[in-house]
């Protein structure tokens, strides 16, 4: 399969790598920024380089895209892959609005194309290891989890024009980092119900949020809490879940799942049983392209849809609310969740 990449930043490295083990061509890449275009022409050795995403799309020998540009541009530049004819693979988050974010389900099943939104942690060996462990019932009832995704630009002094211009990203870490662990949150605990958040900006001379933490309360009754930071030294993507028959904790930076549980006779207070289990082999990242490579093919329902992007940001606006408020925000009640987020 011949494959588009717009937008030669960092992200783009990820659908690069995803797509060669795939066994798709990356024939073309689009960027604005000519050095950019040219660098990763150069190292990735692709043919074809556009300045602009309109010529990319205008390629027939094109069969499928990622949308790897700032968030503000998901939306255009979805609509028109899908118009042209291509599958999309949206990077998160899917749009800065509610009502942008259906258009672009809308026109991509009008146009019959595959929409998947780059949440990758659904691709991810130990989340799909948690969400089975979850449905079999191992865990009992889920009372609490605690997700959490942060990180300090790796040292950086400032951070980059896409993510700290609220006129290109539409908001801070909360919608950056935050949609992942929504989207995470949800595909552990089902639909949730009620969100409290708190942001604020410490660490960085941004226009948007650097730090927050929101609670979530699940349908299920389940509590949830959701931590995201720019200010957080070293990267972190961690997850902890609670059940009333045993407990799943996950980071990045062990790579082990760890489960406990109490079956053996004789278990303790502080010692109960444990079983560890170690991810290797392919990155979530990789996994996210094959994924939306395979559901080109029919091989497989799409693993994040346009409608799990969407109500990603539905949370987050939730949260961006409830933060303004200083008040927890139904989800039922939709009137006071603001549609879209701030933008150029
Ligand atoms: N899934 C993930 O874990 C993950 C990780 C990082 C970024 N992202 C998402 O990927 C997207 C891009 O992030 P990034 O880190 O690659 O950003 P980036 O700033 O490194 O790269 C963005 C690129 O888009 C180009 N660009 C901007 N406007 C353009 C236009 N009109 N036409 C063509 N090119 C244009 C810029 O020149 C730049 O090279 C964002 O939406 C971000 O949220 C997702």
Not at 115 to 129: F, K
Not at 166 to 189: E, I, Q, V
Not at 261 to 266: A, E, I, M, Q
């Amino acid at each position: 399969m011949n494959v588009g990449i717009i937008g030669a930043g960092g992200v783009s490295v990820f659908h690069y790598q995803g797509y060669v083990a795939g066994g798709a061509t990356v024939v073309a890449i689009a960027d604005a920024d000519p050095l950019a275009l040219a660098r990763r022409q150069r190292e990735w050795n692709i043919p074809k380089g556009y300045s602009t995403y309109q010529e990319l799309l205008a390629d027939p020998s094109i069969e499928a895209v990622s949308v790897c540009l700032p968030n503000a541009l998901h939306h255009p530049v979805t609509l028109s892959a899908a118009r042209a004819g291509k599958h999309v693979l949206c990077e998160k988050p899917i749009s800065l609005s509610l009502d942008k974010a259906e258009e672009m389900i809308r026109v991509c099943r009008e146009a019959g194309v595959v929409l998947q939104t780059g949440h990758h942690l659904r691709s991810d060996s130990a989340s799909l290891r948690t969400k089975t462990l979850i449905d079999s019932g191992a865990l009992g009832r889920i009372t609490f989890m605690r997700l959490r995704q942060a990180h300090d630009w790796g040292g950086a002094k400032s951070v980059r024009d896409s993510f700290g211009k609220l006129a290109n990203s539409g908001g801070g870490t909360l919608l950056d980092n935050g949609c992942h662990m929504m989207d995470l949150a949800r595909y552990f605990g089902g639909d949730v119900r009620e969100v409290y958040a708190n942001i604020a900006t410490l660490g960085f001379d941004v226009e948007v949020e650097d730090t927050s933490v929101a609670t979530l309360t699940f349908a299920s009754g389940t509590i949830g809490s959701v931590e995201n930071a720019w200010t957080a030294t070293g990267w972190e993507q961690a997850f902890w879940v609670y059940g009333t028959e045993g407990s799943l904790e996950y980071s990045n930076r062990t790579g082990v799942l760890t489960h406990r549980f109490r079956s053996s006779p004789g278990t303790t207070f502080g010692d109960p049983d444990i079983s560890h289990t170690t991810f290797g082999g392919r990155d979530a990242h990789t996994a996210c392209e094959i994924d939306f490579l395979a559901a080109i093919r029919g091989e497989r329902e799409v693993v994040c849809t346009g409608e799990d992007g969407l109500e990603a940001v539905r949370l987050v606006l939730a949260c961006y609310e409830s933060a303004k408020q200083n008040a927890p925000v139904p989800l039922a009640k939709e009137a006071l969740i603001p549609q879209e987020l701030p933008h150029g």
